[in-house]
């Protein structure tokens, strides 16, 4: 009797341990202080396990970048994304590829829940990433923001591909 009230539990137990294994992978953060206001990334680090997944992205499909929790951009000072204003605030980031080959990294005024489907439109700004070949690989999905002279630079290395993108700081 106690086996068949003990099986239910050990069901769900199994059956939850992967998803909640998923749902705390790494996390990363990546701040810089540029012209004395603060602007950081935060975001899932998942980890290649032989696979290209730069290389899997078909020209117009949408990224929600990382994994799990939306990737989000919070800056303490108006930004200059490609010739578009941002104000200070909390914002999600995707990757775009588009018919060209071209990667964009669109910058979303909406951070969504977990689970949400990909924001495919109302973009606040779309930073455009100049693609490179890194000098090293990086199994895990790492995003640096970089304080350049005054510049900032969002940079993006996955496998041995780099993306990166320059925006401005009011």
Request: proline share 5%; aromatic share 6%; with cysteine.
């Amino acid at each position: 009797m106690k086996l068949k009230k003990l099986l239910p539990c050990l069901v769900v137990i199994c059956l939850a341990s992967p998803l909640m294994a998923q749902m705390s992978g790494s996390r990363g953060t990546s701040e810089a202080t540029i012209k004395g206001k603060r602007v950081a990334v935060e975001y899932g680090r998942p980890s290649l396990k032989g696979r290209d997944m730069l290389g899997q992205m078909q020209p117009g499909m949408v990224w929600r970048l990382g994994m799990n929790q939306p990737t989000t951009l919070e800056t303490a000072g108006d930004l200059v994304v490609a010739g578009k204003e941002l104000k200070a605030g909390k914002y999600s980031l995707w990757a775009k590829k588009d018919g060209s080959g071209n990667w964009v990294l669109a910058i979303h005024p909406t951070v969504p829940n977990w689970g949400a489907p990909s924001l495919t439109s109302g973009y606040a700004a779309e930073l455009p990433l100049k693609a490179e070949k890194a000098g090293n690989a990086s199994e895990q999905l790492t995003i640096s923001v970089v304080d350049d002279k005054g510049k900032g630079w969002i940079k993006i290395h996955w496998g041995n591909d780099l993306l990166a993108g320059s925006f401005n700081v009011k």
